[in-house]
């Protein structure tokens, strides 16, 4: 199934949040036109945006009528239109454990490297030490839960995966190396080798 016309994702290039749904978007084969939103120049809190996410947050989509934000709900919405479901499993248990990891994505990956990013990347004024710790203590638990496994949730790729890679896989721009755990590396590389992957860029701000 394909839409009428490309969806249109509302994001920041250095946004893991965006690059999730711009990541998937691609696996999926959809056409979309991704629309630059000027994050540092505070786009997302004018009232043209705020229109389509009051919460004044990247990313946003338009497929057609219907407006979504939230990344891990905007995946959900995607593997459940166009997905081959897979992505997104019908059987309740397997169901329940991608919902574990979309929890994670917005909990430990959140609170974790995405926010130590943000201290190196864009001097955010967050607690730099407690988001390190949190990071690591977040990459022990995915070390061990993917010793023995290729990826989060059964055999294949997941959006559990696509929620979880971005912030993950970009984790050493916030000074939170990934050295001491090979089995996330592993992971990383596998989700990287995947067709139609697209990676988010490097930032030039990074160390």
């Known amino acids: 199934m394909q839409p009428n016309q490309p969806i249109r994702l509302y994001g920041f290039p250095l946004s893991g949040h965006s690059h999730r749904v ?14 630059y939103v000027d994050l540092p120049n505070k786009a997302q809190k004018e009232a ?18 219907i407006t979504l934000y939230d990344s891990t709900a905007i995946l959900v919405y995607l593997a459940r239109q166009y997905g081959d479901g897979g992505w997104l499993p019908g059987d309740p248990v397997d169901a329940a454990r991608v919902q574990q990891f979309l929890s994670l994505a917005s909990g430990e990956v959140l609170e974790g490297p995405a926010k130590a990013r943000m ?15 949190k990071a690591f203590s977040l990459l022990q638990l995915l070390d061990a839960h993917l010793a023995g496994r290729n990826f989060l949730v059964g055999t294949r790729p997941t959006i559990a995966d696509i929620a979880c890679y971005s912030y ?6 916030g000074g939170v ?5 090979p089995h996330v590396r592993g992971w990383v590389a ?6 139609d992957f697209v990676p988010m860029p490097a930032s030039p701000l990074a160390a």
Do not use: C, T, W
């Open 22 to 35: 711009q990541l998937f978007l691609n696996m999926l084969g959809l056409p979309h036109e991704f629309i």
């Open 48 to 65: 043209s945006f705020l229109a389509r996410n009051p919460r004044g947050q990247v990313p946003v989509i338009e497929d057609g009528d």
């Open 119 to 133: 201290v190196k990347l864009f001097n955010a004024p967050l607690d730099y030490q407690q988001a390190k710790e």
């Open 168 to 173: 993950v896989a970009h984790a050493p721009e």
């Open 177 to 181: 190396s990934l050295d001491a755990y």
């Open 190 to 195: 596998r989700i990287e080798s995947l067709p």
